[in-house]
């Protein structure tokens, strides 16, 4: 394959709800749709998922965009490109940036399903047409209203919940929820929100028991999770600090976890998503998909990965209308009973709906990587 050009398309969707963690309230997704395009007139789709703000991790939407155009997308003009994992080693020059690379390969896996008429699923090794999947709630106003929530989601089918807590907002949610719903599958995410101080308050977390602590300590500590979790019964799960398979071969050496949620897009793409399932999988480490609060295109690209067997544990996954009203793709990405089915079609399986693009498109910009 040879990439001819690649699009961007520079979008803002409307959150449903303001989705609030420790790190701050989001109201809108802002993103970028990557379109490559063969130099046959085959198109493969990505999203750029890094957000507007540096808090989850160093990059931004800004600056990943200037990444991407400036030093990525230059690697592959006029190359041709014969399997998606040659992208990781031609990006390898370039420190960083995982999430502005995740967004081409991604669009390049996509592109490579249609060409070679296979589904995503099978390319990345997926076996399963039906998947759980689990639902986050940020952190409520006070209980009363997160019960709501909670109750809302259980009665749709989600068969896990995960909740947002901080200092503050914490215990007696947690406690709430699990004396309405003794048997609900229940998993609490800090985003780094708590220090060494607080581990007499997650030390009583231990008696709800939830399913796993995700994040409690800071967003590049191997160290601290290592001695927390010599300290707690309940599984603690690293997200942010997982950026490679090297740091999750860390987290196993120093026993800092019991849990990985992957992002394929924190970690560089697919590929090095694949690698790090496999190294899970060989050390009995939990590991399942999380989110970004992606926008259809990397719903998609998520179903496909957590079609693997080694997913084994609901990820955040969750329908369309839990964040947006209109998506960009045609599919509305709603399940049954707690299950989402994973697209069959070429690629990631779905078709994009340029009419909702337009309506929430603030620019776009066409880069040529043709030699011609």
């Known amino acids: 394959m040879k990439l001819s050009q690649v699009n961007l398309y520079q979008l803002a969707m409307p ?4 989705f609030v963690t420790s790190y701050g309230v989001m109201k809108e997704k802002p993103f970028y749709l990557v379109e490559v395009v063969e130099e046959n007139g085959q198109k493969g789709y990505g999203e750029l998922e890094a957000f507007a703000v540096p808090d989850y991790t160093e990059e931004t939407s800004e600056t990943a965009y ?3 155009k400036h030093h990525l997308l230059p690697l592959l003009k006029g190359e041709d490109i014969q399997h998606p994992r040659e992208i990781k080693e031609r990006f390898s020059s370039i420190r960083g940036n995982e999430m502005a690379k995740a967004a081409v390969e991604s669009a390049v896996w996509d592109l490579y399903g249609k060409c070679k008429h296979r589904s995503l699923a099978s390319l990345l090794g997926g076996s399963r047409q039906i998947i759980d999947v689990g639902v986050s709630i940020g952190i409520q106003e006070n209980t009363d209203t997160l019960l709501e929530l909670v109750s809302k989601y259980v009665d749709a089918g989600y068969t896990r919940v995960k909740l947002k807590i901080k200092p503050g907002f914490d215990k007696e949610p947690i406690q709430a929820i699990r004396e309405k719903y003794p048997t609900l599958v229940l ?3 800090a985003n780094s929100a708590y220090t060494r101080s607080d581990i007499k308050l997650i030390k009583e977390l231990d008696h709800y028991q939830l399913a796993m602590i995700e994040q409690p300590f800071g967003v590049r500590d191997f160290l601290d999770h290592a001695w927390l979790q010599k300290q707690v019964q309940t599984r603690i ?3 942010e600090n997982i950026r490679s398979l090297s740091d999750v ?4 050496a120093l026993g800092s976890c019991k849990a990985v949620n992957l992002k394929f897009s ?3 793409g697919l590929t090095e998503a ?12 939990l590991v399942w998909c999380g989110g970004m609060l992606e926008a259809g295109v990397g719903r998609a690209h998520n179903l496909a990965l957590a079609s693997r067997s ?3 544990f609901p990820g955040d996954i969750s329908q369309t209308s839990r964040y947006f009203e209109s998506d960009i793709v045609t599919s509305d990405f709603s399940f049954k009973e707690g299950k989402m089915s994973v697209p069959n079609g070429f690629g990631i399986g779905v078709a994009i709906d340029f009419k909702q693009v337009d309506k929430f498109l603030i620019q776009k910009e066409t880069l040529l990587l043709s030699n011609k």
Do not use: K, N
């Open 15 to 18: 959150l449903v709800t303001p």
């Open 66 to 68: 200037l990444i991407l």
């Open 187 to 189: 998993m609490a995410d």
């Open 237 to 239: 799960c690293l997200d």
């Open 249 to 252: 071969q860390l987290a196993v």
């Open 266 to 268: 924190r970690v560089g």
């Open 274 to 285: 694949l690698e790090i399932i496999s190294y899970c999988d060989q050390e009995d480490l």
């Open 310 to 312: 080694e997913f084994r």
